[in-house]
């Protein structure tokens, strides 16, 4: 069995609403210093068989990205 991790992230010229109420709410809380935060999407996968690169790049742009204002990052675990 093998583990896939795709990592799903706004493009940067994306406005991330949310990476910055994370911003403002630390810096409410006390933790100065945070400049930046970007919220993504972490998709952890299971398969039984081999998947071939491609079939998995086809996975992660039809399924689980909107490619227009997502990037993703493909990585194969070792179990």
Do not use: C, H, W, Y
């Not at 911003?23 to 400049?35: T, Y």
């Not at 996968?45 to 039809?62: R, T």
């Amino acid at each position: 069995m093998a583990r896939i991790v795709v990592d799903v992230m706004p493009k940067a010229e994306i406005l991330d609403p949310q990476g910055k109420a994370i911003v403002g709410a630390l810096d409410r809380l006390g933790f100065d210093g945070v400049a930046d935060v970007r919220q993504g999407k972490r998709f952890e996968i299971e398969v039984d068989g081999d998947l071939s690169d491609e079939q998995l790049e086809k996975i992660a742009a039809d399924v689980l990205a909107n490619t227009v204002i997502e990037e993703f990052t493909i990585t194969r675990v070792q179990a």
